[in-house]
């Protein structure tokens, strides 16, 4: 496995495999969970050559959230990649990616500012930012994006279709802890407690779905129920529980077609995001 | 030469050349002048294949500015381009550009809140997304721009330093009418007296020019100068007269390296714009 720190080292060695057959891309920060193994085996899979991008992007943070705290452990991580099958790794420093005088930005307007966009300004603002960088440097055929983060996955798909850009973009269903927790590199800093407390989030979206496959079909009452059932433990604090309109995230009055089911909330100093989607045609042919 | 109208026709195009050499791309709003053709011979030079855009950017036009109206000429520039030896021109209609519900964007910033920036907001913007798309939808190895756009070029070598993309830019010196009037599909615009008085923006920058060769470095001087100049021509409103360290068009306080003069005025229902680039190291060798 190539492992590159520059951004001309990548792009030689993407250049000598390029004949080969499709390039793949998964974009991580690293600190891998089953979750991110999941994208590299559906790599795997699909491309001749697989490449996997570790940064912690420093524009995708807030002044006041956890960059300089996010987990990092690269030598875990290139093993579990080496053993995933991966090609090549490309693991920039802050400097390569953002030199000096760095000015340029990706916006994607309206989708951005919901959801998590709402409580973390700029945040897609860094998404969209490094993945065009990414898509630049590496110049894959597919890229990987697993479906936990939602709306980043949304923002990147219009991204791409609106800016033209010749990758196509594959989304992976979310993995989880056997309890039902998304996995998150961010589940690191839940004490034993908080762990357990942490469920709530994906028993919420649970609840959701059965009482969507009863026949309810409100989203206001639908959300009501997850606030109040995420209220119920002490050691969660709600940020959002809401339902969109896929693809576009537009607001919805009556549940139908394919539809995002969303929650984000505090938990001790993890923020932890989690969500469904449902087909409502698919459900009605049940 | 090959004309196509669509995303998927121009992509077609650019795929079955692509092993036969280096693609060029000149992306243009059309109605040719010299400028124009004098970008296509360049690229023909250093090209296997040629590829011109021509299309009227709506989004780079402000609400007041002149979209509908902007000169247009599609078989005088279809003509033109075979003349010039061009392989394909991309005539893309808006709705195929810009699709109901076109959300993204991008912003070079700093480069941008300046010269034209500042009586054109979102005007850059406009600019450096348009030519993400292009890049991205044609993939040139090489793509031209004129140095009449000075800031214009700076934004997108900017953009595409900062966003990897794999192109590279060349500028191409501004073409003057014989009486120095640089050359502008806007020109056009211009009634026989206001075409007249607008050679006064090529001779205020000749009078810095010969300023500068006589030693004056004081870029204040030098503005008041060209403001004095303009002013004198009724026909002329001025809108900036500037003087700019290039590459990053910081403020500077005594000409030294690279220097940008550039020179922005209404003439009747035209907006002209004109610059020129000094090295002061190359002067004073002389």
Known sequence: MKICQTIASIRD?????????????????G????????????????????????FVNPIQFGPSEDYETYPRNTERDLHL??????DAVFIPGAAEMYPEGYATYVDVERLTDKLCGRSRP???????????KLFNIVNPDIAYFGEKDA???????????????PVKVVGIPTVREPDGLAMSSRNTYLSPGERRAATVLYRALQQVCRAVAKG??????????????????????????????????????????DVLVAVAARCGRAR????????????GEK
Chains 1, 2 share one sequence.
Do not use: W
């Open 122 to 132: 700029g945040h897609f603002r860094g998404v969209a930012t490094v993945v065009t």
């Open 31 to 54: 600190y891998f969970h089953e979750g991110h193994l999941a994208l590299m085996r559906r790599a795997r899979q699909e491309c001749t050559t697989v490449v996997v991008s570790i």
């Open 13 to 29: 060695f993407v250049r000598s495999v390029r004949n080969k057959g499709p390039v793949g891309l998964v974009p991580t920060m």
């Open 81 to 86: 990649a080496r053993e995933a099958g991966v």
């Open 151 to 165: 709306q980043q996955l949304q923002v990147i798909r219009k991204m791409v279709r609106d800016l033209n850009m």
């Open 272 to 283: 932890l995001i989690d969500n469904v989607r449902l087909n409502m045609e698919s459900l």
């Open 216 to 257: 309810e079909r409100d989203p206001v009452y639908l959300q009501q129920m997850m606030k109040e059932i995420i209220n119920q433990e002490p050691l969660v604090q709600l940020e959002y529980a809401e339902i969109y309109q896929l693809p576009d995230l537009e607001p919805l009055s009556v549940l139908k077609g």
